[in-house]
């Protein structure tokens, strides 16, 4: 399984010719350096909440128009997809199976924002391997303590960088796919894999510093 990152959130998993992709939102679209043609032969679109740094509906048709993609979210982002004439697939909590992939949906609590409302979020599960928190950095997830792979927020206006090691510390994966820090530049942001790098390598954890478009990890 190919896990590839274009920029904040959107990510691209491979398995058997069946490409994933999860929440394709205006930061990782902002500058031009991601665009819709880079998704042509995506096979499958999960939106996980509604929030725009994860769901933009003018993206998502951008790539809808170039790729014969079915789309899965929860009830929230169906609301705006419904008044827009697009088909889902309602997945908010259980199994699902995706192509050659077998998605775990959980609903998970959006961590606050000020002066926001508390999204439907939902988290996921990927072929057992692979733990999706998106937003949350709640215990509501320690069931999958020592999961091979955890994609964690690296930063964000509501964490701090002691609450994030903090849950990833509780997590205790193999290994950490660094995400969400689409708005940062890229000197800031390698200064902070180094300080999470050095963090993790403690207790064993391999720390994946990602930095280009399209750059992976092989799974």
Known sequence: MKISKYLHSCLLFELDGHKLLF???KFSFA???VTADMFTDVSSIVITHIHPDHFDLEILQSIL???NANLYTNSQVGEQLTKSGIPFTLIEEG??????????????????????????????VINNKVLYPVD??????????????LLMVTMAPFATERGIA?????????????????YAKEFFIKQRYTNYKKHFE?????FHEIYDVGASVNL
């Open 23 to 25: 929440d394709p939102g």
């Open 31 to 33: 500058e031009g350096l």
């Open 202 to 206: 403690k207790q064993g954890i391999k």
């Open 95 to 124: 199994e699902i199976k995706i192509g050659p992939f077998t998605l775990s949906a959980i609903p998970v609590t959006h961590e606050a924002l000020l002066d926001n409302p508390i999204p439907q979020m939902t988290a996921f």
């Open 65 to 67: 128009a170039v790729a």
């Open 136 to 149: 949350s950095l709640s215990d509501e997830l320690i069931d999958y303590k020592g999961i091979e792979l």
């Open 166 to 182: 903090a849950f990833a510390d509780k997590m205790q994966p193999r290994q950490i796919l660094p995400v969400h820090d689409g």
